[in-house]
């Protein structure tokens, strides 16, 4: 036993995305898992789309799933260049998704289409153009969950450079909420999908937005160095900054992220929002830039893009998994791909592969991602990926069979609830130990019946059933035997 700190978990859900609640680990590790590619969510084939859909964001609401994304006119439909629009969808199962005709934007001369705001060119980052309409760049939404926020801002979105707020009561009827830009900044920054979300955990109102990580120190400095490492142009790394507000108005200064130990990557987005059954585990799904990392040949690239449009190959993306539990440190246990790029050409390009902001609910067992396929190409598409509830990162332990213990905590309630899976030849059991790991009798190991399966809320019993509740509010810590299996969370409940 190594640590002394007590935790309080109360009856939060703890997932085993981090080393947050493990002590020791003997004979297992973590294990990262992979998404099943469930196929195309949404064909991104409507001229005012084009190849340049981008920057999605998805999130449910009641009994109904909200998606919004990028579209950009495609100029070879007679609309004048790509004029950016914000797009809507909807959808009753994250399944089959629907384009409602909205009427509010007029695009090639018709009001038959999703958009909800229509705004800037392509590449363009002021806050509104030239006719007072949101920049749709980088529109960025988020479902306001404070408690007793105005009815009037439920939905808020950030969009330009430096941001500019604003909200809606719908989420397709936008106000600007203040009059200049919320944030601002000294460095180059803000050309991307810029998040923000309140945080119940924190209390307050968070955002995560594109910054610039010198390389030296001055600019002339970082751009030298770019040029040197990449072969081309550059500010900087791409890197990611963090900003706290109490009205969504006023905000702190940037604080550029920490990854840890961890080699230098440049992420392309961040995709941060706290996962919906345990809100105070931020949740980011990021794209990872390989900048020179030319996968396909020019001549086999070329083919895949239509005439007119800028071809993209010269690097290539994926997805990378991260967590943070508040403040400015991200946890990158894992380095290696969440989703990888796969099997097709058509996904070895450069700005590919881009997560959307949220993971949703999709049914009793699963959950949905989404990821943008095959960027500036004619079969541009958003996928959908489906995991297992809690299923990000497991403890896992082979045949061979292992244990860990985790730190002292308190908790609140009478039963322990965990998500598991093993083998037809493999078990867990589950001990309850004093502060200082000693077995408390009742719950020693070999009064825990071994047991199997694979369920997201199993109830542990002991010999005596599965009540708990003597021991709330006292400082515990939990051991797990395991063999062939995985355990994904744990949570106490009444």
Same mark, same amino acid.
Not at 35 to 49: F, I, K, M, S, Y
Not at 310 to 316: A, F
Not at 409 to 425: D, H, R
């Given at each position: 036993?190594?640590? !002394? ?41 409507? %001229? ?37 629009? !914000? ?78 707020? =604003? ?20 460095? %180059? ?17 968070? /955002? ?86 030319? /996968? ?8 895949? =893009? ?26 990158? !246990? ?62 896992? /332990? ?26 037809? /030849? ?69």
């Amino acid at each position: 036993m190594v640590s !002394t700190a007590i935790l309080d978990i109360g009856s939060r859900r703890e997932l085993f995305v981090d080393y947050y609640l493990i002590d020791s680990m003997e004979d297992v590790e973590l294990k990262l898992h992979e998404p099943r590619n469930e196929g195309v969510a949404l064909q991104l084939d409507q %001229p005012w789309e084009s190849p340049y859909a981008c920057y999605f964001t998805v999130f449910k609401e009641e009994d109904r799933y909200r998606m919004y994304y990028r579209g950009l006119n495609d100029p070879s439909s007679g609309g004048g260049g790509h004029s950016a629009s !914000t797009c809507y969808a909807e959808s009753s199962d994250g399944i089959v998704w629907e384009r409602p005709q909205l009427g509010l934007v007029e695009i090639n001369g018709s009001y038959d289409n999703n958009a909800i705001t229509r705004g800037g060119n392509y590449g363009s980052s002021i806050a509104l153009d030239e006719n007072r309409q949101p920049n749709s760049n980088y529109f960025s939404v988020t479902m306001d969950t404070r408690p007793g926020v105005d009815p009037s801002e439920k939905f808020k979105a950030l969009s330009g450079s430096p941001p500019s707020a =604003f909200v809606s009561e719908d989420g397709i009827h936008w106000n600007r909420l203040t009059q200049k830009p919320v944030m601002s900044h000294d460095k %180059p920054a803000w050309d991307s999908q810029n998040v923000a979300f309140w945080s119940d955990s924190e209390g307050c109102y968070v /955002a995560y937005v594109r910054e610039w990580k010198l390389l030296g120190n001055t600019l002339e400095e970082s751009s030298l160095e770019y040029r040197k490492r990449f072969g081309k142009d550059g500010h900087g790394l791409r890197w990611i900054s963090r900003t706290t507000s109490d009205d969504f108005v006023n905000w702190t200064p940037l604080v550029q992220m920490d990854y840890g130990d961890t080699p230098d990557e440049q992420l392309y987005t961040n995709g941060t929002h706290p996962y919906f059954r345990a809100p105070h585990i931020y949740i980011s799904l990021a794209k990872r830039f390989m900048e020179g990392r030319k /996968a396909l040949p020019d001549e086999q690239a070329e083919q895949f =893009f239509a005439d007119g449009v800028e071809k993209y190959y010269s690097d290539s993306s994926d997805s990378v998994f991260m967590t943070s539990r508040g403040g400015n440190r991200y946890d990158r !246990t894992f380095m290696e791909g969440f989703i990888r790029p796969g099997p097709s050409p058509r996904d070895w390009i450069n700005r590919d592969n881009t997560p959307a902001l949220g993971v949703v609910p999709g049914g009793d067992r699963d959950m949905y991602i989404y990821r943008l396929s095959q960027y500036g190409q004619p079969t541009v598409h958003l996928s959908r990926y489906s995991i297992r509830l809690d299923g990000f990162i497991s403890v896992n /332990a082979d045949y061979s069979g292992g244990e860990f213990v985790t730190k002292p905590f308190k908790f609140k309630g009478n039963k322990l609830e965990i998500n598991y899976a093993t083998s037809a /030849a493999g078990g867990i059991q589950v001990e309850i130990l004093n502060q200082e790991g000693f077995p408390i009798a009742g719950y020693r190991l070999e009064e825990c019946p071994e047991f199997f399966g694979d369920e997201i809320d199993r109830i542990v019993e002991w010999e005596n059933g599965p009540d708990v509740g003597i021991l709330e509010g006292k400082v515990v810590r939990l051991r797990f035997y395991m063999k062939d299996a995985d355990l994904y969370s744990v949570k106490f409940t009444d």
